[in-house]
């Protein structure tokens, strides 16, 4: 195990997650910042690669020991003792009902079992009112009541219904 302390910003959409990233996070003094995006770049390091296939791959399909290896050898060189990873991909998809959280939080637990955990939240009623705003704008056609799963008839909210 690396002696680096790794710090897990779950970004919850809309949560000021792209404030701290682009603002707050890479001004940290010690800090190793890592925002891992929703595609490949050229600069990339392990983490960043790891973190993709976790949110894009087939969990049963990626190679937890040689990502491990990779991540260690590149924690072992970095100067900070702390290292923080941001990403609003963490908690899932919210299209998808952040359907693929439970996966994506153990395959992270795997990789760093004793990461810690910031999880930025935000007033229910005004994150589903600007998620769903977020959501119309991206081009979907939904209700409200359907994108939270509300049973107006039952006066209660449904599981996810993935169609």
């Keep these: 195990m690396t002696a680096k302390r790794i710090v897990l910003h779950v970004g919850l959409h809309k949560t ?3 404030f701290l990233q682009e603002r707050v996070f890479p001004a940290l003094p010690g800090v190793a910042f890592v925002h891992p995006l929703h595609y490949p770049q050229a600069s990339d390091g392990p983490i960043e690669r790891f973190m993709l296939e976790v949110f894009f791959r087939n969990a049963a ?4 020991e040689q990502h ?3 991540i260690h050898a590149w924690l072992d060189r970095v100067e900070h003792e ?15 009902n952040h359907s693929n959280l439970a996966n994506n939080s153990a395959l992270l637990h795997a990789m760093f079992p004793e990461a810690r955990v910031i999880l930025v939240v935000r007033r229910q009623d005004k994150w ?3 998620a769903y705003a977020q959501l119309l704008k991206a081009g979907f056609s939904t209700s409200v009541e ?9 006066r209660r ?7």
Excluded: D
């Design 68 to 70: 491990r290896a990779a």
């Design 82 to 96: 702390t290292v923080l990873i941001s990403s609003e991909a963490i908690v899932g998809w919210p299209i998808e």
């Design 16 to 18: 000021a997650t792209t």
């Design 157 to 163: 909210f449904e599981p996810y219904n993935v169609g």
């Design 146 to 154: 359907r994108y939270i799963n509300w049973n107006a008839r039952e």
């Design 61 to 64: 399909c990626i190679e937890l």
């Design 128 to 130: 589903v009112e600007s």
